[in-house]
């Protein structure tokens, strides 16, 4: 480890452009999309009913708004918890989140995450780190696009 | 026919050239309690343990069990798919964590979020919604938008 790689938050801010490539792929269930209806409070029957989501013109039950996060923090684990980002997770909170959707989630979807490493900047002792989650499905078409910055502390001395 | 009723009884989709920016779309609340964060946990599959714990969240410097930021956001994005009448209307959805919902045992906290017209794109067919998310009068979501197709 270099120097020149490393600042006191520890992140090792050489990994900006470095692509994690899909390692799994994710079929999207009605159970799921159902139990994170209920936590997240979302009361339409599209999510749960697939009549009234094919009402709507789907071909099964759709997705919350943000369900895709399910998909992209499993996938930037591959990033964050290896010892190379220089993440510590206990310092750790999540500064921002934004979802774009190409197209609505819904059951059946067999997806792949590709995670990007977008920017690491320094802040007053803090880093944030911001990762780009592309979720595709599998004919390869665009589904989401998950954007997370995490604000990284530095150590307490 | 029947079918078609039923669709157009639920009468929830709101039409694009009735909203005027500035005007309050929806007001929701939400109770958050320990219950809540593990069903989030379980269905997020995020089990770090600053949202079950107390001894760990003290551990890291907490003042006591907080909830997922993403569960906020998430009772926040349902208020917006409930009111498009359309949960896949959600086109674009995001934004930041600005304070940490600490979270009762016993008890709940509530989240207020108010939903108002930030922006009409007749072209697009879309709406921007502005959501002022807030818990105990503090604001815990700012920037929070949501571009919502109804074209």
């Given at each position: 480890m270099t120097e020149s790689s490393t600042r006191p938050t520890g992140v090792d801010k050489t990994l900006v452009g470095r692509l994690y490539a899909p390692t799994e792929t994710y079929e999207v269930s009605r159970?799921?999309?159902?139990?994170?209806?209920?936590?997240?409070?979302?009361?339409h029957p599209a999510h749960t009913d697939p009549d009234a989501a094919w009402a709507l013109g789907?071909?099964?039950?759709?997705?919350?708004?943000?369900?895709?996060?399910?998909?992209?923090?499993?996938?930037?684990?591959?990033?964050?918890?290896?010892?190379?980002?220089?993440?510590?997770?206990?310092?750790?909170?999540?500064?921002?989140?934004r979802f774009v959707h190409h197209r609505p989630i819904v059951a059946?979807?067999?997806?792949?995450?590709?995670?990007?490493?977008?920017?690491?900047?320094?802040?007053?002792?803090?880093?944030?780190?911001?990762t780009r989650a592309e979720i595709a499905d599998d004919a390869d078409a665009p589904v989401s696009t998950v954007t997370s910055t995490l604000a990284v502390r530095g150590p307490e001395k | 026919m029947s079918e078609h009723n039923e669709v157009l009884d639920r009468g929830t989709r709101?039409?694009?050239?009735?909203?005027e920016v500035g005007t309050e779309l929806f007001t929701r609340t939400y109770a958050v309690d320990?219950?809540?964060?593990?069903?989030?946990?379980?269905?997020?599959?995020?089990?770090?343990?600053?949202?079950?714990?107390?001894?760990?969240?003290?551990?890291?410097?907490?003042?006591?069990?907080?909830?997922?930021?993403?569960?906020?956001?998430?009772?926040?994005?349902?208020?917006?798919a409930d009111w498009a009448g359309d949960p896949g209307a959600v086109a674009?959805?995001?934004?930041?964590?600005t304070r940490p919902i600490q979270v009762p045992d016993p008890g709940a906290v509530e989240v207020l979020v108010v939903?108002?017209?930030?922006?009409?794109?007749?072209?697009?067919?879309?709406?921007?919604?502005?959501?002022?998310?807030?818990?105990?009068?503090?604001?815990?979501?700012?920037k929070a938008q949501a571009v919502v197709r109804l074209g």
């Open positions: 159970v799921k999309i159902a139990e994170m209806a209920a936590a997240t409070g979302a009361t789907y071909s099964d039950v759709v997705a919350p708004p943000t369900f895709a996060v399910v998909l992209a923090q499993r996938a930037e684990q591959a990033y964050v918890a290896a010892p190379e980002s220089g993440i510590d997770f206990s310092r750790v909170v999540h500064a921002e989140e059946g979807d067999r997806l792949r995450t590709t995670v990007h490493v977008d920017k690491i900047v320094e802040r007053g002792g803090i880093t944030l780190v911001t | 709101p039409v694009l050239t009735d909203l320990r219950d809540r964060l593990v069903r989030y946990a379980g269905a997020s599959g995020d089990f770090n343990p600053i949202h079950y714990n107390d001894r760990f969240a003290a551990d890291v410097g907490l003042p006591g069990v907080i909830a997922h930021g993403m569960l906020t956001m998430g009772l926040a994005g349902s208020a917006v674009e959805y995001g934004v930041r964590f939903g108002k017209v930030g922006a009409v794109d007749l072209g697009e067919g879309s709406v921007r919604v502005d959501l002022t998310v807030t818990s105990g009068g503090a604001t815990v979501l700012a």
